[in-house]
C-alpha cells in the first residue's frame, strides 16, 4: 500500500512568517497534486507536479517534486491568514487512484 | 460554470440504517469519484464512475456501493450503517477517467450515525 506521509500535522504561525510542509513516500508517483481544503469545502487543486526536480511557483507558494518522485515540498513566503486550511498533498498510485497525504492544517494568525 | 453539488450536506442516522448520498457533476464532466474523510484516516478513495461504469474501486466493504446515471449524476449507498462510518463523504468531478483531467471537489456531505 502507498503511503503517503505529511509533516508537520500542525502548524501555527504569524502573518510574514515562512513555513514549509513535507510529503514523503516510499513509493514512486507517476504524479504529484497539492490542496488546500478550508473549513465546510472540499479540497482545491492547487498544482500538480510530474517531473522529478520540477519547482512550480504560485504567487507566494513554491512547490517542488523529489529527484525519485517520492516526496514533495510546500513551501510559502510571507504567511497570510488566508492562506489558514488543511494542505493536502495527493499522488497517483499505479492503478489512477489518488492516494492522499494526512495533511498538515495551518493556521496563520494576524 | 457551476461546481459540484453534493445532496445533502449534513445527515443523522443511527446504526444499520442506510444511507444515499447524491452527487452532481459539473456540466461535461463525465468522472465521478468518491471519497470518505475522518480525522483518523484521512482522505481515502471509495470508488470512481465514468459513463455509467465503475473503473476503479478502493478498499471498503461491500456495504459501500454506488451508481452513476446516464447524466454522469451519482450517487453512493452505504447499508448497514455502522458508527465508524460517520464521516464527511466528497465527491469530484473531471473531465476524464482515471484522474487524468483535474478533480473539483464538492463541499461534502456530512454523515453522523449513531
Known amino acids: 500500500t502507498q503511503l503517503l506521509e505529511q509533516s508537520p500535522q500542525f502548524l501555527s504561525i504569524q502573518e510574514g512568517e515562512n513555513l514549509t510542509v513535507y510529503c514523503n513516500s516510499s513509493?514512486?508517483?507517476?504524479?504529484l497534486q497539492w490542496y488546500r481544503q478550508e473549513p465546510g469545502e472540499g479540497p482545491v487543486l492547487l498544482v500538480t507536479?510530474?517531473?522529478?526536480?520540477e519547482v512550480k511557483k504560485l504567487k507566494r507558494l513554491t512547490f517542488q517534486f523529489g529527484d525519485a518522485r517520492k516526496d514533495s515540498s510546500l513551501h510559502i513566503t510571507a504567511a497570510q491568514p488566508g492562506d489558514t486550511g488543511l494542505y493536502l498533498c495527493?499522488?497517483?498510485?499505479?492503478?489512477?487512484?489518488?492516494?492522499f497525504g494526512t495533511g498538515t492544517r495551518l493556521q496563520v494568525f494576524p | 460554470k457551476a461546481g459540484v453539488t453534493q445532496t445533502p450536506r449534513y445527515l443523522i442516522k443511527t446504526r444499520g440504517q442506510q444511507v444515499t448520498l447524491s452527487c452532481s457533476p459539473i456540466?461535461?464532466?463525465?468522472?465521478v469519484s468518491w471519497y470518505q474523510q475522518t480525522p483518523g484516516q484521512g482522505l481515502q478513495f471509495l470508488f470512481e464512475?465514468?459513463?455509467?461504469?465503475?473503473?476503479n474501486k478502493g478498499n471498503f466493504p461491500g456495504r459501500f456501493s454506488g451508481r452513476q446515471f446516464s447524466n454522469s449524476r451519482s450517487e453512493m449507498n452505504v447499508s448497514t450503517l455502522e458508527l465508524g462510518d460517520s464521516a464527511l463523504y466528497l465527491c469530484?468531478?473531471?473531465?476524464?477517467?482515471?484522474?487524468?483531467?483535474?478533480?473539483?471537489f464538492g463541499p461534502g456531505t456530512r454523515l453522523t450515525v449513531l
Open positions: 469530484a468531478s473531471s473531465r476524464f477517467s482515471g484522474g487524468g483531467g483535474t478533480q473539483y
Open positions: 513509493s514512486v508517483f507517476s504524479s
Open positions: 507536479v510530474v517531473t522529478g526536480g
Open positions: 495527493a499522488g497517483k498510485d499505479n492503478t489512477d487512484k489518488l492516494i
Open positions: 456540466s461535461g464532466h463525465r468522472s
Open positions: 464512475y465514468f459513463s455509467e461504469t465503475q473503473r
